[in-house]
């Protein structure tokens, strides 16, 4: 070895890398070949082959990139092996050149090993495809993965001043990347899980911030398609290589040469990464057992236990030190135990119970996902509302919520089964502007569940995220009266001209019954002139129309945005006063799709008298939000069907066949989408649901009645066919 280290003659960083570059010729020259076969060597043997091809690509880009992260891995290995070898580092130290050169001149030679081939045969490679291509664009993940190798050689390095062998700096080198991104998948996770209201685009901001110092987190989520790849990103995982670099320099020269062999030259790396994945394996068994379960919290902290335990008794090589690492486990997880102890009686630290005050919030973007409802009858579309009745009934809805986190957090069973005299504990909501309809004598549940989520935009600029995926139907009042206010429909109509549908590439076109759709291709000039009509209709509607509509639509009508950028989908009813819609439609030749009915269309009548003494049912299953003529999406089933167990309790309704003409007329007369708080008339229409608008009631009892009576024994009514209470 003394020879060798003869070239170091001087305490200069070149003369170390001189030095390296001497000592480490096979190694350097063996890679900078193969990094030349597999790129542009192999893209000259494409062109070769096919030197009339416009669209040559290389087959081993991927191995070109695999190959340098794996070296990146591989090199500090190589050149500070020698700080885990006793007698080595003794020879290395007694040099005449001081620690910080010694360090600096094999860094720096790693990183030039590494960065001039990568950099050289990629941009050799990528200009021959430019000039051999057509319209080939810059590729995106050069730069990242560039990056992602000084991220990886620096860390590495890092650990190797840590570690004292090279088993734990390999380890520890998998810990760090592969656990730190699963670390906060579980935590992110885990909160979301248990914390009512958490929105899954706040984690997704947050995770997105918190995985940019993972450059494994990047690679897997964005190699190969980098077209939504932030930019921001790659100063972060240079920032983290630069801090590491230097922080590893200082750990250097403080480096005793008798931690040589030991399992950690400096302790704190052990714990964080030990930690780390103890913590990780805890939560990953917490959420795969179920979050809410005790037993779940006992088992994972147990194995994020044992999983500490392992890690300490292979750094001890043994149980020597078993009472101090019974000591760190235990400690560990009684912290842990205790932060969710404290997260769960103080509402996740607030965050479940915070509502903004009216005088911080500038204004309020709403989604809503109704039950019953399709597109626009909801405020499902992000639309900004800034005028203070609106922000003030957001706030009343928010309210209500955190009025009633305990129970909404318990979670309801879906087949809960009902009556009056079992009320159950804990389901009845207070605190909260009731629906008409709403008179307490139903558990909430059974009106239906709603997505919301709330978007509070704040007067300093900062925004407050509320996402509620299973909220009762029963506190949505407030959202509904927004959604029938004048104040919604300009800011909808606004919203609609900004999101700049006019180039749209097709249409769809549902039936009226919002069946399958036909779908046609528009040229930009007919996207421009449809888009046009629709904000022109949509100007002149009436307020109530994005919930309770005057008349049955013609059809739905589907806006698909373009391809080569985010999708983007708006879905309008038609009704027959729209008439710009109506006229550009049949002017192109466009036709909604026809309701597909069976051969022998099959209708029933129930009046809203006959549904509300039907209220009393003892054993009703499912959602009673429609008995009361507020969403025809939903009906009721009885168990086994209508049979008559109960002499003078089950209820089957008469059905009678409709003429063709009949069915046409009845179709512009009831509801595939109504949400009012006024009980309607129902009619079952082939195993289905609709509302009747009140103008045409006496008309679809006549059309209904007019036809041959259906006859069903008891019992015998076909499973498919739904009641419509």
Not at 73 to 77: M, N, Q, S, Y
Not at 111 to 121: D, E, N, S, T
């Given at each position: 070895?003394?020879?060798?280290l003869s070239?170091?003659?001087?305490d ?8 390296c ?8 020259i ?5 990094m030349?076969?597999?790129?542009p ?7 070769l082959?096919?030197?009339?091809s416009t ?6 880009e ?7 992260l794996?070296?990146s ?5 190589i050149?500070f ?5 006793r ?12 620690r ?10 790693g ?11 990629g ?20 730069p990242v993965?560039?990056?992602?190798i ?10 190797m001043?840590?570690c ?10 998998g ?5 730190y ?11 979301s ?33 980098w ?14 290589a ?14 005793k040469?008798e931690?040589?062999?030991?399992s950690f ?5 052990f ?11 805890g939560?990953?068994?917490?959420l ?21 335990f392992i ?10 030190k ?6 760190v486990g235990?400690t ?19 965050y479940e ?27 499902d579309?992000?639309?900004?509302l800034?005028?203070?009745e ?7 809805f928010?309210?209500s919520v ?6 909404l957090?318990t979670?309801f ?14 389901i009845?909501l207070?605190?909260?502007?009731p629906?008409?309809?709403d ?9 239906g569940?709603s ?5 509070y935009?704040?007067?300093n ?21 927004i959604?029938?206010s004048?104040?919604?429909?300009e ?23 919002h ?10 000039d ?20 994005n919930?309770?509509?005057?008349e ?8 698909n945005?373009?391809y080569?950028?985010a ?10 006063t729209?008439?710009?819609?109506l ?15 069976e ?8 009046s809203k ?8 049912y ?21 168990p086994?069907?209508?049979?008559i ?16 003409q009949?069915?046409?007329?009845l ?10 708080e006024?009980p309607?008339?129902?009619?079952i ?17 006549a059309i ?5 009576p ?8 076909p ?7």
């Open positions: 070895m003394t020879p060798m070239s170091v003659k001087s200069r960083l070149g003369s170390v890398f001189a030095h570059l001497h000592r480490y010729k096979s190694i350097w063996l890679y900078t070949i193969t030349f076969l597999v790129m060597f192999s893209f000259f043997l494409s062109f082959s096919n030197p009339h669209n040559i690509f290389i087959p081993t991927v191995l070109f990139h695999l190959l340098a794996g070296m891995v591989a090199l500090p290995l050149l092996q020698y700080i885990n070898n007698q080595a580092v003794d020879v290395f130290h007694s040099l005449p050149i001081s910080k050169n010694l360090f600096w001149g094999n860094y720096l030679f990183l030039a090993v590494l960065l001039i081939p990568y950099v050289l045969f941009i050799v490679t990528l200009g021959a495809q430019t000039a051999v291509n057509n319209e080939l664009p810059l590729e995106v993940d050069y993965i560039l990056t992602s000084i991220c990886f050689y620096s860390t590495m390095v890092f650990i001043v840590n004292g062998t090279l088993f734990e700096s390999i380890t520890y080198f810990i760090i990347h592969i656990g991104p699963l670390f906060v998948s579980a935590v992110l996770s885990f909160i899980s248990n914390t009512y209201g958490y929105p899954s685009n706040s984690a997704s901001f947050i995770g997105n911030i918190l995985y940019s110092f993972s450059p494994v987190r990047q690679l897997l989520d964005f190699y190969p398609n077209d939504y790849y932030n930019w921001w990103k790659l100063p972060v995982l240079l920032g983290i630069a801090f590491v670099a230097i922080l590893g320099a200082y750990l250097y020269k403080r480096r040469s931690s040589a062999g030991q030259a400096y302790i704190p790396l714990y964080i990464g030990s930690l780390l994945i103890s913590i990780t394996v939560l990953g068994f917490v795969s057992l179920g979050s809410k379960k005790i037993t779940s919290y006992i088992f994972g902290i147990l194995l994020g236990i044992a999983v500490y890690l300490d008794t292979i750094r001890n090589r043994g149980f020597r078993v009472a101090q690492t019974a000591i235990c560990a997880a009684v912290l842990v135990t205790a932060v969710f102890a404290a997260s769960n009686l103080t509402h996740t630290f607030g119970t915070r509502v903004p005050q009216i005088q911080q919030i500038e204004s309020v973007v709403l989604y809503w996902s109704a039950p019953g409802s399709l597109g626009t009858s909801a405020l579309n992000g639309v900004k800034n005028d203070r609106s922000i003030e009934a957001a706030l009343a928010h309210k955190t009025a009633n986190i305990d129970t957090k979670g069973p879906s087949n809960y089964l009902y009556d009056s005299e079992n009320q159950p504990v804990g009845n207070v605190k909260y502007t629906y008409s309809f008179d307490g004598s139903y558990p909430a549940f059974d009106y569940n997505r919301v989520q709330i978007v935009v704040l007067q600029g900062f925004k407050v995220y509320r996402e509620y995926k299973n909220c009762p139907f029963a506190l949505t009042k407030p959202l509904y009266e959604a029938q004048k104040a919604y429909q800011a909808f109509v606004q919203w609609f001209r900004q999101e700049d549908y006019s180039d749209c590439e097709n249409v769809a076109l549902y039936s009226s019954l069946q399958g759709a036909v779908s046609y291709t528009l040229s930009p007919q996207a421009v002139r449809l888009a046009k009509a629709i904000s022109s209709d949509l100007d002149a509607r009436d307020n109530t129309s919930l309770t509509p005057a049955s639509p013609k059809g739905f009508l589907e806006l945005g373009g080569g950028r999708y983007r989908a708006i879905t309008l009813p038609v009704y027959p729209d008439s710009n819609i006229a550009f439609l049949e002017k192109n030749g466009y036709d909604f799709l026809e309701p597909s009915i051969e022998v269309p099959v209708a029933a009548y129930i008298e006959e549904r509300k003494s039907l209220m009393s003892p054993t009703k299953t499912g959602r009673l939000f429609f008995c009361t003529g507020v969403g025809s999406q939903f009906g009721e089933w009885i086994e069907k209508y049979a167990e109960e002499s003078g309790r089950a209820y089957a309704p008469k059905f009678h066949e409709l003429t063709q009949g069915l046409e007329e179709l512009t007369m009831i509801a595939p989408v109504y949400i009012s006024t309607h008339d129902a009619v229409l082939n195993g289905t649901n609709y509302l009747v608008y009140p103008q045409y009631e006496e008309q679809v009892k209904i009645e007019s036809g041959q259906v006859n069903y024994e008891p019992g015998t009514i499973a498919d066919t739904e009641i419509a209470y």
